[in-house]
């Protein structure tokens, strides 16, 4: 079983729609990822949270809007999307800091997804 | 800078034949590698890992990889393939960033087919 929750697993939404996604980790991690996952392509990350602090901004569009309000919780606004952006959106967490001395080995633990369709 | 080839696309086995899945890396410096699995419409699930200890990695079903610093290889194996490996498999290695964050480089996948 996961440790890292998505929800809604799947979201239809229009263009004109606001939704969001929602990811819960309770494993202690302080990292935290969103990806995003087109068909037969493996994950491209977007953004990442350090210690609910945005770290990383892979040039997403502004129509993307992420939020960390706690350790335990990342979320994905959506708004005025396209049919483009319909795809497998992934969130996963990991253990933070330096390999050597730490804990954390380098993988990420993923969520099961979001299934988004934007029509 | 980092990389990784998935040599195969797609491979496909009979069940009960054995499994390989190939991958080659690029690293400056000694790198965590992992093989995840994705079955469809799934999120990603840890197959094995490697951290510099044991070159040969045992995962979960019956899953294994062997890290070959020589050939810059971390293949993928299983002596008997069973329909539930039926899934895409992603060979990724992986840095920890001077901000403490985990940055994965992916291959491109491969589709494993298990036919009865």
């Known amino acids: 079983d996961t440790e890292v929750t998505q929800t809604p697993k799947h979201l239809v939404m229009g263009m004109t729609n606001k939704k969001s996604l929602k990811c819960e980790q309770h494993?202690?991690?302080?990292?935290m990822y969103w990806y995003k996952q087109k068909a037969k392509k493996p994950p491209e990350l977007m953004f990442v949270?350090?210690?609910?602090?945005?770290?990383i901004n892979e040039s997403v569009p502004s129509r993307f809007s992420p939020e960390c309000p706690n350790s335990s919780l990342l979320n994905l606004h959506l708004h005025a999307l396209q049919p483009e952006d319909s795809a497998l959106y992934l969130c996963?967490?990991?253990?933070?800091?330096?390999?050597?001395?730490?804990?954390?080995?380098?993988?990420?633990?993923f969520g099961e997804g979001s299934r988004l369709t934007v029509l | 800078a980092q990389s990784v080839t998935q040599l195969d696309s797609h491979v496909s086995v009979s069940e009960g034949t054995p499994v390989l899945l190939r991958c080659n890396y690029s690293s400056s410096y000694s790198p965590s590698l992992f093989w995840y699995v994705q079955h469809p419409n799934k999120g990603l699930q840890l197959l094995l890992k490697y951290t510099s200890a044991a070159t040969l990695v045992k995962g979960i079903n019956g899953f294994e990889a062997e890290f070959k610093k020589s050939e810059t290889s971390f293949h993928l194996t299983k002596p008997s393939a069973h329909m539930s490996d039926a899934a895409e498999y992603f060979c990724v290695v992986s840095a920890v960033f001077s901000g403490g964050y985990n940055k994965l480089i992916f291959g491109a996948g491969t589709r494993l087919a298990v036919h009865p």
């Open positions: 996963a967490s990991s253990r933070f800091g330096q390999s050597s001395g730490g804990q954390n080995t380098g993988e990420l633990f």
């Open positions: 949270y350090s210690y609910e602090k945005l770290s």
């Open positions: 494993m202690g991690h302080r990292a």
